[in-house]
């Protein structure tokens, strides 16, 4: 897999829960660890989770991370409307030997 | 605090070289629990992963662009270099640089990024 299937678009109302998919197979996800990044135009991708579920320092916990067998997601709980960005995936492929990154989901708060 | 900042020129002419630095600041690039890489961002689409490098000059690059890439690195400068030849339309992107953070014995995630440079293939 050269880029792994997230949803193009969700959104939601200020409050709401959103969560974004990340489709892989046995090579990368399950294997290595998944993480998610936030990117608004203009500016650099912000890591928001990695090893799976870990944020790091300053990321509001209002944002998750799980894997279930090849797959990952993304939840963001209390959607605020600062959260309007673009959200991708990334993980270790062991067969490419390299970093594949999701397709990005643009999450739209209504 | 630590920085990553990118530079080289923002504008490459077809078929000619592509070339750009990332400056690290704060932090040593020798440090054994990281490696550095290289992420690009053409108009309109996606991340993609161009590769990665270790202090001692390991290398991982993304299998698509075809050996066309080449990354370096200056320990004595605290920086590390991308180079694509025969630059293509298709290689016009922002560029970013980031920290390739290995602390789990996994390439784990991207934690620290530049604010990314824009380069134009284009005669």
């Known amino acids: 897999q050269s880029v792994l299937p997230q949803p193009p678009s969700t959104s939601g109302t200020p409050g709401q829960r959103v969560t974004i998919s990340c489709s892989g197979s046995r090579s990368n996800i399950g294997r290595s660890p998944v993480n998610w990044y936030q990117h608004l135009p203009g500016t650099a991708p912000k890591l928001l989770i990695y090893?799976?579920?870990q944020r790091p320092s300053g990321v509001p916990d209002r944002f998750s991370g799980s894997v279930s067998g090849t797959s990952g997601s993304l939840a963001i709980s209390g959607l605020q409307s600062e959260d309007e960005a673009d959200y991708y995936c990334a993980v270790w492929d062991d067969g490419l030997n390299g970093y594949v990154f999701g397709s990005g989901t643009k999450v739209t708060v209504l | 605090q630590l920085q990553l900042r990118e530079s080289g020129p923002g504008l490459v002419t077809p078929s000619e070289t592509l070339s750009l630095t990332c400056t690290v600041s704060g932090d040593s690039i020798s440090s054994n629990i990281y490696y550095w890489g290289w992420i690009r961002q053409p108009p309109g689409k996606g991340l993609e992963w161009i590769g990665c490098?270790?202090?001692?000059?390991?290398?991982y690059y993304n299998p698509s662009l075809k050996s066309r890439a080449t990354m370096s690195v200056d320990t004595s400068k605290n920086q590390f270099s991308l180079t694509l030849s025969s630059a293509i339309a298709a290689d016009t992107a922002l560029y970013y640089c980031?920290?390739?953070?290995?602390?789990?014995?996994?390439?784990?995630?991207?934690?620290?990024w530049g604010q990314g440079i824009k380069v134009t293939v284009s005669s």
């Open positions: 980031a920290r390739d953070n290995i602390l789990t014995g996994f390439h784990d995630s991207f934690d620290i």
């Open positions: 490098i270790y202090h001692s000059g390991t290398t």
């Open positions: 090893s799976n579920n």
